[in-house]
Structure formats: structure tokens, C-alpha cells
């Protein structure tokens, strides 16, 4: 069995920062594209951004220069730092991988539970 769990969810005032943290656990042989999500209550899901197994980023617009993604392979953890945070970067935000149980190239994938991130005065 795999499991993400993401943590360093919380409230802080915009202009503030936060780390989140997700560490996939379980049958894990190779975990290979990592992402992370948000959704806002009444908003679609989006992707805020994802790093793949060579540290290769993407980030949405509206991050970009704000968030960093970033992966620890030893501890088969995904962080994204989040500076100068602003009220619309509310929201649940999830982890996201693919993951392969053994070497023969199939993989699946995982979400978080998610964590819940508050920006307010």
C-alpha cells in the first residue's frame, strides 16, 4: 500500500510564508512525477506545480516566483515553499505522484488527503 501524506498546512497573513511537505510511503520502487495541487471551494482543481524525477519544475502562472517546488528522493518527500503569500493562494492543497511498485515500468497514481492553507489578515 502507498500513502501521501501532506503536512505544514496553517494560516498565516499574506506577505507570510509556508512549507508544505508530502512524504509518500509503502511499496514504493520508483516515485516519478510529483506534483502539487489546490482547490478553492467552487474552483476546479489546479495544479500549482510539479517537478519531475530529474528536478525538471513546471509552476503555474500564478505562482511563478512566489512557490518553489522541490524533492528529496532519500525520503521520497515533495516540498513546495510558498513566499510572499497572497489571500487568493487559499485553498486545500494536495500532493500528487506517480509512483512504481517494481521496475517494470508501470506506474500509478496518488493523491494526499490534502492541507488546508489560510491567507488572512
Known amino acids: 500500500q502507498v500513502q501521501l501524506v501532506e503536512s505544514g498546512g496553517g494560516s498565516v497573513q499574506p506577505g507570510g510564508s509556508l512549507r508544505l511537505s508530502c512524504e509518500a510511503s509503502?511499496?514504493?520502487?520508483?516515485?516519478?512525477?510529483m506534483a502539487w495541487y489546490r482547490q478553492a471551494p467552487g474552483n476546479q482543481r489546479e495544479r500549482v506545480a510539479s517537478i519531475s524525477l530529474d528536478g525538471t519544475t513546471i509552476y503555474a502562472d500564478s505562482v511563478k516566483g512566489r512557490f518553489t517546488i522541490s524533492r528529496d528522493n532519500a525520503k521520497n518527500t515533495v516540498y513546495l515553499q510558498m513566499n510572499t503569500l497572497k489571500p487568493e493562494d487559499t485553498a486545500v492543497y494536495y500532493c500528487f505522484a506517480y509512483i512504481m511498485w517494481s521496475s517494470e515500468e508501470r506506474e500509478y497514481f496518488y493523491w494526499g488527503q490534502g492541507t488546508q492553507v489560510t491567507i488572512s489578515s
Open positions: 509503502g511499496s514504493i520502487f520508483r516515485i516519478n512525477n
